[in-house]
């Protein structure tokens, strides 16, 4: 079957979860095993996958495992790593981003990360905060090494449970889905920029799940904060104008994390440059039908250019992976 996008849009989503089955996350004291009954064979079957991508004009997809992603298992870690590798080279419409065991240790980490690039996986995933390991954090550091010499693009996915804190967002509510992990992930931009670590690593490649925690709807409270001379202490932060400038040069953030809406998609597109946003849906969390997959596709189409809506729905990411000739 041919996919239905238009001839002049390749579209590859960049967040795109999907387990090998003899390692779905089940185990009783999973508070998300549900979501195996919930999603069905999509959630470990590449055929399913294929054909929602194939109904939804979804060319291409980057697929990882979020419930690896920063676990203190190692082997355990690499063992899914290689399961999901087979799929993917299994598949040419696959490219892969390898769970990183960040609480084993940063150098363990960065092993498995090397060693994932050198098997043929196109990046690397790890979480904004795993045991109170943050990106920003020594720990990290030899992580970031391998990615930027490998020049290999690292998702920041957020910690999918207990994402701040639970006294503060828990999910009675949802509180921390909706908000929590939003905050995590606008947190993790922030530090990045005002630690220097982007300064450090001239070409790491970041790429911040859900736009970022929809970023830059929040960039007139960092404008106001971040103004040079109008708060005390403000020896931390860099300017609103060295912020801004670093996030449109230097951030990435894909497209999922909010439904599908105009809104959120229009105003990253108003702050960051059109090669800053990568395709994403989170699928097979957020889209659940193929009409709910096709309106992600067409959100982009609907509010950007035709030039702009090939960056975006795949050009970018495509120059973003390692190991794509």
């Known amino acids: 079957m041919i996919p239905p996008n238009t001839p002049d849009h390749h579209v590859i989503d960049f967040g795109a979860h999907i387990y090998p089955e003899e390692y779905l996350p089940g185990s009783d004291d999973n ?32 697929l990882s ?34 769970a990183l065991p960040v609480a084993a240790g940063g150098e363990t980490a960065a092993a498995e990360l090397e060693r994932c690039l050198e098997a043929g ?21 030899p992580v970031l090494e391998v990615a930027d010499a490998y020049d290999a693009p690292l998702l920041v996915h957020p910690k999918i449970d207990d994402s701040i804190h639970p006294d503060t967002l828990d999910d009675t509510y949802r509180l921390n889905a909706v908000f929590g992990r939003e905050v995590a992930l606008s947190r993790g931009i922030c530090k990045a920029i005002h630690t220097g670590l982007l300064d450090r690593y001239e070409n790491l490649d970041l790429v911040f799940h859900h736009l970022g925690g929809n970023i830059a709807a929040m960039l ?25 400038r670093q996030l449109e040069e230097r951030v990435y953030v894909d497209t999922s994390g909010f439904f599908g809406y105009h809104a959120p998609v229009r105003t990253a597109l108003e702050e960051f440059p059109s090669t800053q946003l990568l395709f994403g849906t989170d ?22 250019s035709s030039t702009d809506a090939t960056r975006v729905l795949g050009q970018n990411t495509l120059d973003l992976l390692a190991n794509v000739d």
């Open 31 to 62: 508070p998300d095993a549900d979501l195996n009954e919930l999603l069905g064979p999509i959630h470990h079957d590449p055929a399913v996958l294929l054909e929602r991508m194939d109904a939804a004009g979804v060319d291409e997809a980057v």
């Open 65 to 98: 495992q979020p419930y690896y992603m920063g676990d203190g298992d190692a082997e355990l870690v690499a063992e899914t790593n290689d399961a999901l590798l087979s799929m993917i080279d299994a598949e040419d419409r696959f490219y892969g981003l390898a």
């Open 121 to 141: 996986y196109h990046g690397g995933a790890l979480e904004t905060s795993t045991q109170g390991i943050e990106l920003t954090d020594e720990e990290v550091e």
């Open 220 to 244: 007139g409270r960092v404008h106001l904060h971040h103004d040079i001379g109008r708060w005390p202490g403000q020896e931390s932060i860099k300017s609103s104008a060295a912020f801004k």
């Open 283 to 304: 699928i097979p969390y957020e889209p659940r039908t193929d009409d709910e997959l096709e309106a992600f596709v067409a959100t982009v189409e609907d509010v950007t």
